[in-house]
């Protein structure tokens, strides 16, 4: 399959192109975009692409290639939907958009949003036994706790090629356009420490969201939020969920802490299935899968089988072969109401302006 890269930045030089490097089998870059001319070619150069671009409508206008990947930063929302238009198939990195008026704006099309975790040999397991015990009815509680490195840190080895190439003119332009987007999920008035909950819960915590969806369904209510420390700090979060039980997730940005570790415990009258995932930059790094049951019995599993290459061959599935995706714009949806659920939770308790979408 033909693709295109939108966004040639630390994701991309440090996760796809190593994996679109060895699936050729699968996938023939022919063209790549920035902002940055410099990343353009430098990511380019390595994936053998021959068509280079600054504008993304100028590279859907020339063609040449079957899908887009969206693995820039910040909203993907009107990538996607040029994208869609111009009747390409799209992979789309999370967050799919940073609004609802977004997600209902995009047009009819094939629209695959990445949530690797999903795709993670570990988690699919789980999800198994997790059916086999008896599903989400038994659920006693899910439990997260997320420690996040800066991501210069996480990205030290991975010697990236680095934009000084972009107008500051245009990004100060693009982050007025982003700040726009929050205000319209927000509302205008809604604080600092408001839109940065909300994008931690979008930017990050939404892969545990994601989790949530397929292990119990997303939560329809919000109990708590509290926020601490400098931003964007430590965030706590608790609900119920659907089917029985509740959720506590928190998340701890600590810049100098050794390395990321994320751990998902699911506790039923059973047992527990404890799921430990390491950096997503490390590529083949595997995810740990343990089993408490009866008698203090432990079953640990692990597969080194890269999530975001799985998840690439499920993009190729979907498009080839019609094989339907974990998460369509539907899944993705359902992330940015919770978020917005999320953000009005903490408004709300700490007697803070919210407006926009969230104050529905």
Same mark, same amino acid.
Do not use: N
């Given at each position: 399959m033909k693709i295109a890269l939108v966004g040639c930045g630390a994701v991309t030089q440090a996760v796809y192109v190593p994996l679109l490097s060895r699936r050729r089998d699968l996938f023939e870059v022919s063209a790549v975009c920035d902002l940055s001319r410099t990343l353009a070619d430098a990511v380019g150069e390595r994936l053998g692409a021959a068509g280079r671009y600054t504008a993304v409508a100028d590279m859907l206008a020339e063609g040449g290639f079957e899908a887009v990947l969206v693995l820039a930063s910040g909203s993907h929302g009107e990538t996607v939907r040029r994208a869609l238009a111009a009747g390409y198939a799209v992979l789309c990195e999370k967050?799919?958009? /940073?609004?609802?008026?977004?997600?209902?704006?995009?047009?009819?099309g094939r629209l695959m949003v990445g949530y690797m975790k999903q795709y993670d040999p570990a988690v699919r397991r789980a999800e198994e036994l997790l059916a086999s015990l008896g599903g989400a009815e038994i659920i006693r509680s899910v439990e997260v706790t997320v420690l996040h490195p800066s991501g210069e840190s996480q990205l030290a080895f991975a010697n990236l090629a680095q934009a000084q190439d972009v107008?500051?003119? &245009? /990004?100060?332009? %693009?982050r007025a356009e982003e700040s726009g987007l929050v205000s319209r999920a927000l509302g205008e008035s809604a604080p600092e420490a408001v839109r940065n909950v909300y994008m931690v819960s979008l930017g990050?915590?939404?892969? =545990?969201?994601? /989790? /949530?969806?397929?292990?119990?369904?997303?939560?329809?209510?919000?109990? $708590? !939020?509290?926020?601490?420390?400098?931003?964007?700090?430590?965030?706590?979060?608790?609900?119920? %969920?659907?089917?029985?039980g509740r959720f506590a997730i928190r998340w701890? $940005? &600590?810049?100098? $802490?050794?390395? $990321?570790?994320?751990?998902?415990?699911?506790?039923?009258?059973?047992?527990t299935l404890e799921l430990v995932f390491p950096s997503p930059y490390l590529m083949n790094a595997p995810?740990? %899968?343990?089993?408490?049951?009866?008698?203090?019995?432990?079953?640990?599993?692990? =597969?080194?089988?890269?999530?975001?290459? !799985?998840?690439l061959a499920a993009f190729h599935a979907y498009v080839c072969e019609g094989e339907a995706?974990?998460? =369509?714009?539907?899944?993705? &949806?359902?992330d940015i109401v919770t978020a917005q659920r999320i953000a009005a939770r903490y408004a709300v308790q700490h007697d803070l302006p919210i407006g926009g979408e969230a104050a529905a």
């Open positions: 967050p799919l958009a /940073l609004t609802r008026a977004e997600v209902a704006a995009l047009p009819e107008d500051a003119g &245009l /990004l100060s332009s %693009l990050s915590i939404c892969h =545990d969201l994601s /989790l /949530l969806r397929r292990f119990t369904g997303s939560p329809a209510e919000i109990s $708590y !939020v509290e926020a601490w420390g400098p931003a964007p700090g430590s965030i706590e979060i608790t609900g119920p %969920l659907p089917a029985a701890h $940005y &600590l810049a100098d $802490y050794p390395a $990321y570790r994320e751990t998902v415990a699911i506790h039923h009258d059973k047992g995810t740990t %899968l343990t089993m408490v049951a009866g008698a203090e019995s432990r079953t640990e599993w692990r =597969d080194v089988t890269e999530a975001f290459d !799985v998840q995706p974990l998460t =369509d714009a539907g899944g993705a &949806l359902e």
